[in-house]
C-alpha cells in the first residue's frame, strides 16, 4: 500500500509530535512518503488561506503518483487538505489528533464544525493516549471510534562508558544529585515551576542540582527568574543537544521533572520524555493533568502530583531522602518502560492498517 503522510511536525524538527510520528512509520511494510515543511513550504504570506498554493501543489503531486492512502496528524488545515482530495478522488485518509489540535478547534464555533466534518469522513482516527480519546470524544462525540496507540520507550544504542562522568565534569556535577528538566520552555512545559520548586529543595538543606536541557522563548525569562531565586550553582542551562547526549542525561539524572501547566487552548498528550527517562532507571514526577498519568506506573516508577513548585519538591525530596525508595522506583521504571516499547506501538499501527 502507497501511504502519504502530510504533517507539520517531522524529522528534522525537534519535539513529541515529530518523535511520534517517525517511530510509528518505522518497518511498516508499506511505501511511505512524507510531506513536511522541511521538503517544501506550506504557508506564504500572499494570499489566504496560506497554505492554499500548497494545497494545489498537494493535488499536483497525488494525480501525478496516486496514494491509496493519505496520512495527516495536523487536522487543521492538513485535513481539510485531505477532506477535499477526499471528495475529488476518493482516497481515503486517516486523522492523528494529539490534543492541542482538538483544544483549539473547539475554542472556535467554524473550526469545530469544519473538524466534525472532516473527522466523520476519516477512515480511522488515532490518539496518543486515553486522556486524548476522552477529549476527542467530549468535543467530537458524534465522531468514529478512534484507536489509542501510546508513545514508546526507545532503545538507545549509545555505548556510554565515559560519557556520563564527562558531562559530569564539564557541568560541576559531581556529588550532587541531578534532578532533569527536558523540554522546550514554553509556558507548558513549566519550566517556571521547575525553578521554584529547585529553590523549595535548597531551603531543605537537599544536595541537588536541576540541570535545563533545552530551549524556547522563555530562556530568557528563565535565566532572570534563576537569578532572582538566587540559585547559583544550584541549576546549569544546557540548551539544546543532540540525541545521543540527551540518553547520557537521562542516565545521570537521579529525578526526571514534567511540571506541565494547564495553558488555555493547550494539551499534554501523553509526555514522551517521561517514558524515555524511565529506560534508563530514572523514576519521574509528573504532573496531574492531561495524558501525563499515563506515561508511568504511579507510586512504582515514578509519582504523579498537582502541578505546582511545592508539590514537586514535596515529592522529590520523599525520593531523594529514602534510598530505598529511589533504588525500587529505578528498577520500576525500568520495567515500565519495557512493557511500553515502540515495538509494541509499531504492532498496534500495522495491525491497523491492515484492517481496512
Not at 493516549?129 to 508513545?151: C, D, F, M, Q
Not at 531551603?203 to 531565586?229: C, S
Not at 501523553?270 to 519521574?284: D, M, W, Y
Request: glycine content about 6%; proline content about 6%.
Amino acid at each position: 500500500m502507497k501511504i502519504l503522510l502530510v504533517t507539520l511536525e517531522y524529522p528534522p524538527v525537534i519535539g513529541g509530535v515529530s518523535t511520534y510520528l517517525s517511530e510509528l512509520y518505522q518497518d511498516t511494510g508499506h511505501d511511505v512518503q512524507v510531506i513536511s515543511p522541511a521538503d517544501e513550504p506550506f504557508f506564504v504570506w500572499w494570499c489566504w488561506p496560506r497554505w492554499l498554493p500548497f494545497y494545489f501543489r498537494l493535488r499536483a503531486k497525488i494525480k501525478e503518483n496516486r496514494p491509496d492512502e493519505i496520512h495527516i496528524s495536523h487536522v487543521l488545515p492538513v485535513g481539510t487538505m485531505a477532506y477535499w482530495i477526499f471528495k475529488s478522488f476518493k482516497i481515503p485518509y486517516t486523522i492523528f489528533f494529539h490534543g492541542t489540535d482538538l483544544k483549539a478547534a473547539a475554542a472556535q464555533p467554524r473550526k469545530l464544525k469544519r473538524v466534525k466534518v472532516i473527522a466523520a469522513n476519516a477512515r480511522r482516527i488515532i490518539v496518543n493516549s486515553e486522556a486524548t480519546n476522552a477529549l476527542y470524544r467530549t468535543i467530537i462525540p458524534a465522531g468514529p471510534a478512534a484507536t489509542v496507540i501510546r508513545p514508546g520507550a526507545p532503545v538507545s544504542s549509545l555505548h556510554m562508558s565515559d560519557a556520563p562522568d564527562a558531562l559530569r565534569s564539564k557541568y560541576a556535577l559531581h556529588g550532587t544529585r541531578v534532578i532533569l528538566f527536558l523540554a522546550r520552555m514554553v509556558e507548558r512545559k513549566g519550566i517556571l515551576v521547575a525553578l521554584d520548586a529547585i529553590a523549595e529543595i535548597m531551603k531543605q538543606n537537599i544536595e541537588a542540582t536541576l540541570v535545563i536541557v533545552g530551549d524556547g522563548p522563555m530562556r530568557a525569562r528563565a535565566e532572570k527568574r534563576a537569578l532572582e531565586l538566587k540559585l547559583y550553582n544550584r541549576v546549569r542551562f544546557i540548551g539544546r543537544v543532540e540525541t545521543e547526549e540527551k540518553w547520557v542525561w537521562y542516565s545521570i539524572a537521579h529525578v526526571f521533572w514534567f511540571p506541565a501547566q494547564e495553558v488555555k487552548n493547550e494539551w499534554e498528550g501523553f509526555g514522551i520524555t517521561s517514558l524515555e527517562a524511565q529506560s534508563h532507571g530514572c523514576p519521574v514526577v509528573v504532573s496531574d493533568i492531561d495524558g501525563l498519568p499515563e506515561s508511568l506506573s504511579p507510586g512504582l516508577s515514578g509519582v504523579v502530583c498537582e502541578p505546582t513548585a511545592e508539590a514537586f519538591a514535596e515529592k522529590t525530596a520523599e525520593i531523594l531522602h529514602d534510598a530505598s525508595l529511589w533504588q525500587s522506583m529505578r528498577a520500576h521504571a525500568r520495567e515500565f518502560a519495557a512493557t511500553h516499547t515502540w515495538e509494541q506501538a509499531r504492532t498496534v499501527f500495522r495491525a491497523l492498517l491492515m484492517n481496512i
